[in-house]
C-alpha cells in the first residue's frame, strides 16, 4: 500500500499557475514580433532594470569579463567544460553515418547533419549558471554547429564574468546579456539586430519553458526543461540527512520546484521530514527551498522495491536519486527520467555541475518520450538513396508502380512507370500498375 506523509499542492492548483504563465508569455511574444528591438529592450528594463547600448557583448568586453575570472575559478570551469565536452565528443562518435546496399544496384544511406544555428539559454538572474554554458554551447560546438549564439540575463545589473567565461569556452559565436521570454523570442522570432535561430535549447524557469514550448514548430527546441525537479529513491542503506540534503539541494533552484521522496522505510521517511526540518533552519536558500518543499515537496511510502518503481516510473521525475540496496535493479528497470544518479557516493549536484552528463533534463513528464540534451539533439539525421543500374530501377519501380495504384495514387505510380518504361523496357499503360513479372518476383 502506497502512503502519502506529505503531498504536494494538487494537480488543480498548479494548472491554475500554469494558465497564468501561459498568458503572460502569449503576451509577450506576440508584443515581440511586433516592436522587436525596441519591445525587447523595454522588457530587459522592466524586469532586469537593464538597457545597455548593445546587448550583443564585443569581443573586448568579452575578454575583459573572461579576465575577471579568478585562475582557480577558471581551473575549475575548465576541468567541468573538460568533462562534459569529452562525454559529448564520446557521443558523437557513437553517431555513424551508414550507406548499404539493400538490394542489387540499391544504396540506401543516412547522414547525420549540423542544425545550422542554435540558441542556447543560460539562466542566470537569480543564480550564475555557469554550468549550463557547458551544456549547451559546448556540446552544440561538439556537434560542429555553424552558427551558436548564447543568451543569459545580468546578474546583480552586469553580465556575470564567469558564465561569459564559460560560453566563451564553449565556442560561442554571438553572446548576449538578455534574460527570461525576452531573450527566448528575441532568438526564435528574431529582430533587425539578432538573426533568428532553427533551434533553442537550454534551462529555465516556467516562462522560459513555456515560451519555448508556445515556440516550438516555429523553432526546434531541445525540450521542455524547467523547473527543476528532483526525487529520492531511497531504503534503510542511507539515512535521513543524505536524503533531506539531496531533496533541498534541489528545491533550491526556484520557489516550484518539485522534491519528493519514494523510499519502503516508514522510519527513514519520518527522519527526513524532521531533517529537513533542521536544515531549513540553518541553509542560506532556505527562503525559496522551504517555498517549494511546502507547495511542492512529498514524502511517499511504500510496502516494496516494486511498488516504489512504479511510482517512480508513474511521477517521471528529471532528477531520480538511487540509494538502495538495489540500485542496479533500478537502472534496469526504470523506464520515464530525465536522468539517474545511482548510489550514494554521487548525487544530482555532481550532473549539474561537473560530472560530464547533460544537466538539460526533461520536466513536466517529457521524460515519458525523451531523453535529456546531448550531442545528438543538435543533429539531424537526413537518409537518401541512389538507385545505380537499369535492374534495380526496374525492379524498384514496378513494385512501386503496383502499390501506388493500390492507394489510388495515380500521379505516384506514373513516376514509377516512366522508370519501368525507360530502364525495364516494359510498356506500361499510363495510369495503369506495371503488370506482375517474374522480374520482379
Known sequence: MINHLKSARTAAERHDDELKVRETVATILVDIERRGDVAVRELSQKFDNYSPSSFLLSASEIEALVNKVSSKDMRDIRFAHEQVRNFAQIQRDSMKDVEVETLPGVI????????????????GGKFPMVASAHMSVATASVAKVPRIIAAT??????????????MKLGGAHEIYVIGGIQAIGAMAIGTKTIK????????????????????????????????????????ETVDAEICATDLLGQAEHGYNSPAVLVTNSGKLARDTLSEIERLL???PTAETASKSWEDFGEVIVCDSYDEMLAVANNIVSEHVQVMTDRDNWFLENMRSYGALFLGPRTNVANGDKVIGTNHTLPTKKAGRYTGGLWVGKFLKTHSYQKVLTDEAAALI??????????????GHAEQCNVRV????????????????????E
Not at 519501380?397 to 495515380?410: A, T
Open 153 to 166: 540575463p545580468p546578474f546583480k545589473g552586469e553580465p556575470n564574468p564567469a558564465v561569459i567565461a564559460a
Open 397 to 410: 519501380g514496378q513494385y512501386g508502380s503496383r502499390l501506388c495504384m493500390l492507394e489510388g495514387f495515380v
Open 281 to 283: 533552519t540553518i541553509l
Open 108 to 123: 540506401l544511406g543516412h547522414r547525420h547533419i549540423p542544425v545550422q544555428s542554435v540558441g542556447c539559454y543560460i539562466p
Open 196 to 235: 533568428p535561430v532553427d533551434m533553442l535549447v537550454g534551462p529555465g524557469n516556467a516562462f522560459v519553458a513555456e515560451a519555448k514550448r508556445q515556440l516550438y514548430g516555429r523553432v526546434g527546441i531541445d525540450l521542455f526543461a524547467g523547473p527543476t525537479e528532483t526525487m529520492v529513491i531511497a531504503d
Open 421 to 440: 518504361r525507360r530502364y525495364g523496357g516494359l510498356n506500361v499503360p499510363y495510369g495503369a500498375g506495371a503488370p506482375y513479372r517474374e522480374a520482379a
